[in-house]
């Protein structure tokens, strides 16, 4: 007997006029945004500049999305690309669909590009935007709930997820909800981020590792409990064996780098310093213009100071008086 559970939208669209809004959409836009705005607020707290994150992500967020969309169609390829399916589906992203890993590694690429452009150390950057993106995900796993996909085995607890769909193979009935559960582990993830940052001062990329490693181990036992079609290697499901790998390549990262960069960059920007104003070598070519420009000065007077003697030397000599 159904006590409680969570309830499916009775649809993911809903259409203005012409225009369709959808869930799925709308949760990866707020997603996003709220990673943008809590990484801006980081970057300046290390020492840079308001907006730079912002200018940043619009190489990133262009990136990741196809990065995402690029691992899901390969990595379930056979819904796109198999007999009775039309491959243009393959390019409705709006419907759902985006690997995380993808993501994050074509997004980094844009980033990368981002940062080489403004001269910003990638790995600063990506300390800043990592618990905002932990959060992006939390966000944007509400999609899946929107599309009534990702869910796992059957069950009857109270936070059930109630699924009323049949479409594409699905069988209704109250199954775990594991976009949930991914859900409030990305939090979480982001706290320990923020909280593991201030309390060790993690630089030099460190706090981004931390991330993939802690979503990674949440990742895993969510993915364990998930019921819908996947390419399995070795009874694993092939999202089991990324997040294993990826967090044992992040935990060598810590371990390597706090060994051969420890500490935190002291400089984040060019011309920027650590608590936000102008580096050293900024404040010492200004007091050079500065000492420069007394010079000038002192120069010009002392000409003037000589020209006035010339003449009272000149009339001194002519015998002659000027009022």
Known sequence: MELAYIPSPSRGVIHLGPIPLRGYAFCIIIGVFVAVWLGNKRWIARGGRSGTVADIAVWAVP???VGGRLYHVITDYELYFSEGRDWVDALKIWEGGLGIWGAIALGALG??????????????????????????????RWGNWFNQELYGRATDVPWALKITSSTDGRVPGT????F?????????????????????????GRAFALYVASY???????????????????????????????????????????????GREAVVEPGVGASGGETEGDADSDSAAEAKDEDAKGGAEEDVEEDVKEDVKDEAGSGTKKI
Request: net charge positive; with cysteine; aromatic share 12%.
């Open 63 to 65: 990136f990741g999305l």
């Open 111 to 140: 980033a990368w590009i981002g940062c080489r452009r403004r001269g910003i150390p990638m790995p600063a950057y990506a300390d800043a935007v990592a618990p905002g993106i932990a959060l992006a995900q939390a966000i944007g």
């Open 175 to 178: 199954y775990h909800p594991t």
């Open 180 to 204: 949930l559960y991914e859900s409030l582990w990305c939090i979480g993830v982001a706290v320990l981020v923020i909280w593991a940052d201030r309390r060790f001062k993690l630089g030099h």
């Open 216 to 262: 990674c181990v949440g990742r895993f036992w969510v993915e364990y409990m998930r019921v819908d079609d996947a390419h399995h290697i070795l009874g694993l499901r092939l999202n089991n064996w990324t997040a294993l790998i990826v967090f044992l390549l992040a935990v060598a990262y810590i371990v390597i780098s706090a060994k051969k960069r420890p």
